[in-house]
């Protein structure tokens, strides 16, 4: 296997995923090792963008990275009938169709454990595998609307707002891989796989969190507070000398070291000021207290006061800056692939870090670029590929 050695190598992921959720699941298990591999329909049968953007754009070539590609058209019956060649000899199997269009193909979950047993199937939808919205097609904006978070996003009264990344697609993708990662820890004892499901609504309502329970728990509806936290005082944006920066400063102990080191401890004697409890039902003058000193200083030597003093706080990067801070050159967030039509590639890096574990560095491959090497680790000979070709199926 390709990457002998490494935590998940021992797994074989058929790769069925497209845009952006489901290639976001895969992702988290070929970025520490796993044998992905990608399947896509050969050129001649792809109907419109396929796979979402262009092949060597960033976004594909950050959802795709790590996995060996083939080209397999599941429309063609003998290219299904090789497809379930493959599950017999896989680990888990992940896809981001439409419900129905799983059932249309016979590759549902009842159809692949009839052929491997063992087998995890994970799933990515709009909405759900059942109920009344199943079939409707699935969105990432469409979730955040639906899930509540344009709903707090944004200045007060400014109405609904987008956020600036796909998060419903990305929690989906991250939320569904570590199903697998359990259904496949739960196989060892069993020896029988899972089907793991999620939804681009479930995973958004989940990100809800605090504000979902809000709702479940005291039946408040919350609303937007901009970049204001919804519940903690002092906490959000605040001009300086020479720009803006982000304070967070909830509970006592924080405030009393704000006051200390932004020397109001005389106006911190107002009531207003005294607790949590007070500090929040007077937002605007606890904000416009800390505005009025904060402003007298730059940002950069308010950061390293209020830092030094334990009260985390920080500056607001447009993309150049957050790649150009120190302690993000530091930690390698920026990570080189070689590629070998452009060199190299600089992509993004796995969040986590595994001591002793360095992530595999494999380019996104091109469509295809690896049926004739996939294929004969499955059995199939070049005799056979070249009349399964004549035939469409890959």
């Not at 591999?37 to 790590?66: C, L, T, W, Y």
């Not at 969190?209 to 937007?224: G, I, L, S």
Request: one cysteine or more; hydrophobic letters at 40%; aromatic letters at 6%.
């Amino acid at each position: 296997m390709p990457n002998s050695g490494l935590p998940l190598a021992r797994f074989t992921v058929l790769d069925l995923t497209r845009v952006r959720s489901g290639p976001t699941c895969v992702r988290q298990l070929a970025d520490w090792g796993a044998n992905v591999i990608k399947i896509e329909a050969p050129a001649e049968v792809e109907v419109g963008s396929g796979m979402g953007g262009d092949r060597h754009g960033p976004d594909f070539q950050h959802v795709h990275r790590n996995k060996r590609g083939i080209t397999l058209n599941l429309k063609n019956p003998d290219g299904l009938a090789l497809f379930k060649r493959m599950v017999a000899k896989a680990d888990v199997v992940v896809e981001n169709y439409r419900p129905d269009v799983k059932d249309r193909l016979g590759i549902n979950f009842e159809a692949l454990s009839a052929i491997n047993p063992r087998i995890i199937l994970g799933s990515i939808s709009g909405f759900g595998q059942t109920g009344p919205y199943a079939r409707r097609p699935g969105f990432d904006q469409i979730a955040q609307g639906m899930g509540g978070l344009m709903s707090v996003t944004g200045l007060p009264g400014q109405g609904p707002v987008r956020v600036g990344i796909p998060v419903a697609d990305l929690t989906a993708g991250l939320y569904t891989a570590i199903g697998i990662l359990v259904a496949l820890l739960e196989r060892e004892q069993t020896g029988r796989g899972r089907w793991v499901h999620t939804s681009l609504l479930e995973a958004m309502v989940a990100m809800m969190d605090f504000q979902a329970t809000r709702w479940t728990m005291k039946h408040e509806v919350p609303k937007q507070a901009g970049n204001d936290h919804p519940t903690t005082v002092p906490t959000g944006l605040f001009r300086t000398k020479d720009g803006i920066m982000n304070l967070a400063g909830g509970g006592q102990d924080m405030w009393n070291r704000i006051v200390a080191t932004l020397g109001i401890e005389e106006q911190a004697k107002d009531p207003a000021f005294a607790t949590d409890k007070s500090r929040a039902q007077n937002r605007e003058k606890t904000n416009a207290l800390l505005q009025s000193v904060l402003e007298t200083d730059t940002t950069a030597n308010w950061i390293e006061k209020l830092n030094k003093a334990g009260v985390p706080s920080g500056p607001i990067y447009a993309m150049d800056e957050v790649f150009a801070d120190p302690q993000v050159q530091h930690l390698g967030l920026e990570w080189a692939v070689p590629h070998p039509m452009f060199g190299e590639v600089k992509l993004v890096r796995a969040p986590m870090n595994i001591e002793g574990v360095a992530s595999p560095r494999r380019p996104t491959p091109e469509r295809g670029e690896h049926t004739a090497e996939v294929l004969a680790e499955f059995g199939i000979s070049a005799e056979e590929l070249a009349a399964l070709k004549a035939k469409g199926a890959v």
